[in-house]
Structures are given as structure tokens and as C-alpha cells.
């Protein structure tokens, strides 16, 4: 009976309970208790749908919730503020429980002065907080995608006790701390963060570009920090991790960072260990947003320096070495200032699998400073540890403008062979310098996102160089420049001012080469020493033209990559020639180009120990064509093969006058003539000469090359009046003795070179007058010899000879064969003659007669 009671006890007084709870919760304002949450925690609160839940705690459920304080919002798919149960059942609405789900937090990408995260302190408003599904976001970037936080025992004079977890790549992230709340105040705070091998790759973003582009993206960070915050809101912060890579530590990280109540910032124990024990340390400190820092590092690794490379140059694949760091930095939110010393040693850059090692040196900044993407150096030197090498530098950096450089006073002599191949390459090109001894002058580059500039100003007179088997400068020899190369979207440009190089140089030169290919070429005072440029390996000429000296204003077009020989073919300009050629030929004279087509009033063409030739006209490079006439000249040769003659694919035509013509034992003056020179065939038409007393004239003369040493010449050949002693083959003739004087008309072909009768295929008429001879020890005049002269085969005919002499007249016909024979027989009247002999000796002996 006693145990009924005492149950229906329980359930009256549960009734009474429950009847007053709903009575009370009947009486809860669902709206005025939103506003008394809005109040307590100092938010704003705006919601899709409001309900109110009696079990198994009396609270309001909200959905679709949004909540803002300040730059900090959030967006939550359901929000449930629970009261609590004794205070509500005496008639009081007391906040007990704060559970948010599904829920998106949204902080500003930097926390601002108005420190919003100090409303954790109105959280004791509640006595619990809990959050499931969070997401937390910094700007437009989610830091957590998932975590859990529950907060408990939160009251005015409570340390609440809070607990964080969160996946990440499969990996837990735990947290764990107090709040400590005093008289409603957050009076202090202690936290601790552990990671263990958290993949870094997903948060490239939040790293600095140059950083990221470091990371391969298997590297993981494992590590803890520890947060504590005091009664007058002063904190500290220490931390320590590892980035791995492949379960090797690639980097040690601790430090130390604490804040006062006045917002002064301090951090020092910092360090950051690398291998080989390398390591840089940081201390430093922030007054009102005025900061500043030193770094102090050893054995650090040269890599380290992609950090600060320009984004617009080539980036090596690898940078081998070590440095030491002492610096200073000051600055104020995105502007700083920097100076310091930087150790280089061993260093090493590799480019495509191309090395380029510097000696140790050390770079000395007065004055770094920047704002934002934008910087500039200055007051920086740079000097060598193992020599006297030096420069001075200054640069800028613009996001838009790109990259500007400039080192001056350089006085090198062993550092600027690598420090021009890392200059190379940086710019794309090859590090293929080499060379010895000292240079002075200025670099300028400029880098920019779609042009870069090389600009030098260099004095090498005293070095050695060579570059990629395109120049290879000896020393003591004079090289002086002002170049500036371009390179940008359209194509490629090179500009030239004031420069030298042995006995050659230019004023003033500019080259571009476009894209599609096409160049062009200006220059102006150019001198161009041939032979000396092709020892230095400049082929600025063709083959055919490998010294002597070019000088004079021109200028150039092409389309594509073409030879040397094309661009000539497309000259234009006033040039002067000093024996211009090769072995075998040279020019001196002044020309006048349009386009390749080559035009001279007086010009020499020396062709060496055979004579020269004044020339004037012009020639078409490009169609290899043209109208010359020779004004007179000398021409000598001993044989065939000495005699020089163009190009078989070259057209000539024009006017030879006043040559002189010497090969051994004859000389022929005054020769002119008519010519064309196409396809291996001279053709020279109304020729005259002077032979010796002789006057000679053609019609006709084909002089036709077949191969090399070997030719023909054929056509006809007149003289009259001629003296027998102007004729050495018939003056010197030992069985004759002749005299008088010659007409002769002659036709026919030559074989050279000449070889004797068999090279010989003519025809002709020969008539001497009032002539001597001498036969068989008889001397006789006569008034006139005539014959015909056929020459066919290596044999020799004299047909229809006629000799009249004293009142008589002599006939018949003479042959000479192969084995130089003579033979043939003479009348005269009724007595006959024979003729027999070997050359030279010719005898008559009459055989009777009729």
C-alpha cells in the first residue's frame, strides 16, 4: 500500500510539473526570446521558420537561420536555443543550450581591429554551445570542410571546457581548451592544436606563388601549437612541425609569437631548420601596425632564391648551394623596407639540363622596399670573395610593368663569364659563353609579362670570348658596344650604337624579326673588315667573299629564314668596296644598291696576278642578271685554266673596250668588242684588237666552257695589211723565211686548251703581198701568195695555193698530216713540183713537167 502512495505521489507531483511546465511554455514569446539571444551574444538573427519544442527541453527550433556580427556571418540549416528547466518552471526564461547543424561560417579574409571573434565572450549567455556539420570559411576560401565543437559549463564565473575535432583528407584534426569567464567576462583562455601528417597541397592557394611552386604536393605537415590568452586580452602562441616529403623532413618549425593588452606584437625563438644544418632565425616585433624583424641564416639553400624570381624569367630546374642571411625588415601594413647581406656559396643553376656555377660572392642591399606586389632595390653591390669583381645594382618590380634591372659599373675578369650565362638563360637563350679577361660597362634588363629587354653597354677590348660558335673574340683586340635586344609578342629586335669590334663597327644598326619570320636590317657608318670578322666567326659575306672591306649606310628585308646570299640579293644602300672577294678575284670601287640590284660608275674588278678590269653598270643579285661594260683593263694568263669566267647561272651583257690581252709570247692591245655571257658561252660580236702591228676583226667569237679547264672558241677573225713579222708562226716559220705583208680571213673552231693541229677545226683565206722567201737556199720575191687554209682532224690543207712571182704564176695544193708530214704538188706552166718534208722544214723538187 505504502509503494501505490508513494508512486502516486510521484506521478501527481510529475503531473503538477509537467501541467506547469506547459502552462509556462504556453507563456514563453518565441519572438522575444529570439531578440533576448540577438541581445545576450550581440548578434543579428533573421530566420525561415520558427517552432517551439517542449521535449524533452523547452526551447525555440529555427531554420533557415542567419547570423551576423559585424564582417562575420553565418548560415545554419537549424538552430535550436534551449531555456533552462528550474528557472523556467519558477516563471524565469534563463538560455541553456545553443545547438547548431549544418552550419557555414564566413570570417573576413583578415581579421580586422574590431577583433570579432571577442564575441566568444558573451557565449555565457549559454551554458553549452554544439555545433555539428560546421564548415569554416576566411574570405571565399574554406579552411575546415567538416568539424564538431561543443563548449560546456559555460557561465559568469565558470571555466567552460571545449573540445574540436575535424577530418581532413582522412586525417583527424583534434583541439582542445578552456574559456575562462569572470564576472561575465572572458578573463582567459588556453587552447592546444595537433596535426599529424596533413597532406599542405590543398592550401597551394594560401602560400605565397613563388612558395607554392615549390611544393610537388605530397608534402604533409605534422605539428602543435598551443594558444594562451590572459585577463587583459594579452596572448602567446607557440608552435613547433615538420614538413615531410616522403616521410624525409624537409623543414623544422618553432617560435614563439605573444601579443599585450596595448596590441604590441613580439616573436622571437623562431626558428626554421633545414637539412645539412641549415637554419634561419627570426625575431622581431609590431607597435601600431609598425613592424619590424630580423633574420638571421646559415647554410641555407640556394633554392631558397625561387622565392624571390622574377615570375617573366625562365626558371632554373634546379639551384644548387648555400647562403648566409643578416637582414633587416621594416614595415608598415603593405609597405616594407629591407637591407642586408647575402653570402652566396657554391652556387649552382641548372637550365634544361645546362649547369652555370658561380664563384662564392656576396651581395650587399642599402635599400630594399616595396608595397604590395610592387618593390625596388637600391644602394646593392655586388663583389666577388675570390677577386676584385664588382658591379653596383638597382632594380623594380611592377605586377604590370614586369621586372627592371640595371648593373653598373661592372669591372670584372672571371665573374662575368657566369654571370653572363645566368643572365642567358634566365632570358631563354644559351648559357654558352666562355672567355678570359676583364670587361667593364652596364646591363640593363627589363622583364615584362609579354616583352623583355636586354640593354649592355659594354667595354670587352681586353677579354676573350666566345659565344656559341657564333663569335669568338680574341684578346687585345678592341669590342665596344651599346646593344639593346628586345624580344616581345611580335617578334625579335637588336639595336646597335657606337660599337667596335677590331677594325670593324657601326654607328648605328637596327635588326627585327617578326614573328611570321620576315626580318629587317638598317644600319648606318658601317665598316666590315671580311677577313678579320670570318677569323672572329661572323660570316657576314658569302663564301665567295671571305675578305676585304665593306663600308657605307644599307638596309634589308626578307621573308623567312633565308642565306646570306638572299639577303644581299635584297640590299639596298651606298656601299664602298675595298678588295671585296677571295683568292682568285676582288672589287674596289663604289656601288649603288635598290633592292639587290647593284649599280657602279667606275669599279675594279682585280683578279690577282691575271690583270684587272675597270667596270660600270649594273647587276641584278636576285635575278643574276645585269648590263656591265668593261672601260678598260689588263687581263694575263699562261695557260687555259688561268682564264676566269663568271658563273654559269649568271647573264652578262655589254661593251668590252680597251683590254689588254697577255698570255706568253703575244700581246694584244686595244681589244673591244661586243659580249654576252649566258650559260657557260661567251659570245663576243663586232670585236676589234691590236695584235702587236696587227689589226684584227670578228664578226663573231663564241668562247663556250664545258668543264672544268676545257672549252671551246669559235667564230671568224679577219686581218689586213698585217706585217709576216707580226705573224710569229709564219715569220718564225725556219723553211720560208717570209716576208711581205698578210690578209687573212678565217673561220672556225679552237678546242682549248690548245693541244696542236688536232685542237684545231678552221677554214680561211691567207694572201701575202709583195713578199721574200727563201727555198731550198734559193731567195726569190714574189707579188702575192694566196691559198686556202683547211684544218680538219690534225691535218692541215693549203687548197688552191697560188704564188705569182717574177712573171710567173705557181699552183697547186699543200697538206700536212698527222704525223706532220708534208706532202702536195706545185705548177707552174708545163713544169710541176713536188712537196715533201717534215715539219718545219718544207722542200721542193720539181718532178718534170707536160
Known sequence: MKRIRALFAVLLIAALAFGMLSYRARQLDVQAMIERVADDVGVSIASEHVSLDLLPTPGVRLRGVAMSHGDAWLLADEVEVHAQLVPLLLGKVELGELRLNRVSFHLPAQLGKDKSWVVLARLMAFRRVYI???????????????????????????????????????????????????????????????????????????????LAGMLRGDEQLSGSATFHMQRDHAWTLFGEGRILRKDEVLLRLRGKLASDAHGFWRWRDAFVHFDQGAVLGLEGQCRHENCQARLHGKRLPLALLRLVWAREAAMPQRIDGRMRLDARVNWRRSHWLAAGNLRLHQPMFVFAHQAVALPDMQL????????????????????????????????????????????????????????????????????????????????????????????????????????????????????????????????????????????????????????????????????????????????????????GRVSGDFNADAPGHVDLVDWIARLSGELDLLGVGGEIWQLDGHLSARRGRMEAKHLRLILRQRGYLDLAGYYDLAKRRGAVDVLGGRLVWHRWRDLTLPPADITLHGRLENVQLRWPGQDVQKFGADYRWQADRLLLENAHAQWGEMELRSRRLELRRKSAGEGTLAGDLEGRDIPVAAVPWLAGWPGLKLQGRVHARLA???????????????????????????????????????????????????????IEAGGHRFTGRIQLDRQRRFSGSVREGRRQFAVEGRWPQLRWREVGGS
Open 132 to 210: 555539428r556539420h560546421g564548415r569554416l570559411f576566411a574570405g571565399t576560401r574554406m579552411w575546415l570542410p567538416d568539424f564538431y565543437l561543443d563548449v560546456r559549463d559555460i557561465g559568469r564565473n565558470r571555466d567552460a571546457y571545449w573540445e574540436f575535432q575535424s577530418m581532413l583528407q582522412g586525417r583527424l584534426l583534434r583541439a582542445h581548451g578552456s574559456l575562462n569567464f569572470r564576472q561575465g567576462n572572458l578573463a582567459g583562455s588556453f587552447g592546444k592544436l595537433k596535426c599529424e601528417q596533413l597532406l599542405l597541397s590543398p592550401y597551394r592557394a594560401l602560400f605565397p606563388p613563388a
Open 364 to 547: 650587399k642591399i642599402g635599400r630594399l622596399d616595396g608595397h604590395g606586389g610592387y618593390w625596388s632595390l637600391a644602394e646593392a653591390t655586388v663583389q666577388s670573395l675570390s677577386s676584385r669583381d664588382g658591379m653596383q645594382l638597382e632594380a623594380s618590380y611592377d605586377p604590370r610593368q614586369g621586372l627592371v634591372g640595371k648593373a653598373s659599373k661592372i669591372d670584372m675578369g672571371v665573374a662575368w663569364v657566369p654571370l653572363g650565362n645566368l643572365l642567358l638563360a634566365s632570358l631563354g637563350e644559351s648559357p654558352a659563353l666562355a672567355g678570359a679577361g676583364r670587361i667593364q660597362g652596364a646591363v640593363r634588363v627589363s622583364q615584362q609579362p609579354r616583352r623583355y629587354t636586354l640593354a649592355v653597354d659594354i667595354d670587352a677590348s681586353g677579354a676573350r670570348i666566345d659565344y656559341a660558335h657564333v663569335i669568338r673574340k680574341p684578346a687585345d683586340m678592341r669590342a665596344q658596344c651599346q646593344f639593346i635586344w628586345q624580344r616581345d609578342r611580335t617578334g625579335d629586335g637588336l639595336e646597335l650604337e657606337h660599337c667596335s669590334l677590331g677594325d670593324s663597327g657601326v654607328d648605328g644598326l637596327h635588326w627585327r624579326r617578326e614573328r611570321n619570320g620576315r626580318q629587317h636590317v638598317l644600319a648606318r657608318g658601317a665598316v666590315l673588315e671580311l677577313a678579320q670578322l670570318r677569323q672572329l666567326g661572323l660570316n657576314l659575306m658569302p663564301a665567295m667573299l671571305p675578305s
Open 748 to 802: 672556225g673552231m679552237l678546242h682549248l686548251p690548245f693541244t696542236g693541229l688536232a685542237a684545231i677545226h678552221a677554214e680561211g683565206r691567207i694572201a701575202l703581198y709583195a713578199g721574200r722567201w727563201q727555198l731550198a737556199d734559193r731567195h726569190g720575191r714574189f707579188r702575192k701568195l694566196s691559198l686556202v687554209l683547211r684544218v680538219v682532224d690534225g691535218k692541215c690543207e693549203a687548197d688552191r695555193l697560188v
